[in-house]
């Protein structure tokens, strides 16, 4: 099981500096960051931008892996967020995780005054994914939906350099045949309406959506276990990082479901559902 950590970027660089070494020095294989502009859980904080966070992560890093959790595909057209992606990946020696997900409206809003309905939202994400894919095999041009790319001259990385790993976030249907079709991996939290699910309940809802990517796998010819299944804990009534005995089940139970990372909150971050003692993550990633 590989384990990733949270590092919200809503504290001055020198101390999220610290937060990237630790999370590297206790042994995780991943940090994430947000890629919000707004976020109900840092209201009335900073919050840095998130590719610029990773790619100062991957100055004081070496081997940790590097990602969005995810990337908000209503803040992003295709050239640009390659053109970001492919810098950290080439700043950190190819340790990118590009997590990718329709985003929210509240960051919609603040970009542009917009508020997309959720099917403007899925349209903007399948669009982001299919013009990445353009990006990367080095189109000048390219047509989606509501997206579209004309006229670009410039390599879609650097020489020697291959495409981040592209992890998408996926609840719904349609989500899920994209995940299927394009994505080296999958992430969930459950969903938006997960997060006031009891335990087993949420753990049976995960069950489901695990059977439903499988589905959408077959739909598309491709082999479900070469997906790799990201799951986010922590937003729900699952707090993994309150105990060892908390986190070490909550491992297990992912593991059950076919799971094979699973991510949750650092212990620096100040709100306080997300609290956590830095003893707990040591211990537990110490027995692994």
């Not at 919050?47 to 890093?61: I, N, P, Y």
């Not at 650097?158 to 249907?173: R, S, V």
């Not at 309150?242 to 212990?267: K, N, T």
């Amino acid at each position: 099981m590989r384990l990733g950590v949270v590092i919200v970027q809503t504290r001055p660089w020198d101390r999220l500096a610290q937060d990237f070494r630790w999370a590297e020095e206790v042994g995780y294989d991943a940090a994430y960051v947000y890629d919000h502009l707004t976020h109900f859980t840092a209201v009335g904080g900073w919050l840095g931008d998130g590719f610029e966070t990773l790619t100062a992560a991957a100055t004081v890093t070496s081997r940790i892996e590097l990602g969005p959790l995810v990337a908000s595909a209503t803040l992003h057209s295709p050239v640009a967020l390659a053109r970001r992606a492919a810098t950290v990946q080439d700043v950190s020696g190819g340790r990118l995780v590009l997590g990718l997900g329709s985003g929210a409206r509240t960051c919609a809003g603040a970009d542009r005054g917009a508020s997309p309905t959720p099917k403007e939202m899925f349209e903007r994400l399948a669009d982001v994914v299919e013009g990445l894919e353009a990006v990367w095999a080095g189109a000048s041009e390219w047509q989606g939906r509501s997206l579209s790319f004309t006229g670009v001259e410039t390599l879609p990385l650097p020489p020697g350099a291959e495409p981040p790993y592209l992890l998408l976030a996926a609840h719904g249907p349609k989500a899920l045949e994209l995940t299927a079709r394009y994505a080296d991996g999958w992430n969930t939290y459950g969903g938006p309406t997960s997060t006031t699910l009891e335990p087993e309940t949420f753990w049976a809802t995960l069950r489901q959506q695990a059977g439903r990517l499988d589905d959408a796998c077959e739909r598309v010819g491709r082999d479900p276990a070469t997906l790799r299944r990201s799951l986010l804990l922590g937003f729900g009534t699952i707090r993994p990082t309150e105990s060892v005995a908390a986190y070490q089940d909550a491992i297990g139970r992912a593991q059950e479901l076919g799971f094979e990372e699973l991510v949750v909150w650092g212990p620096n971050e100040t709100p306080d559902r997300f609290s956590s003692r830095a003893e707990v993550h040591a211990e537990v990633l110490a027995g692994r």
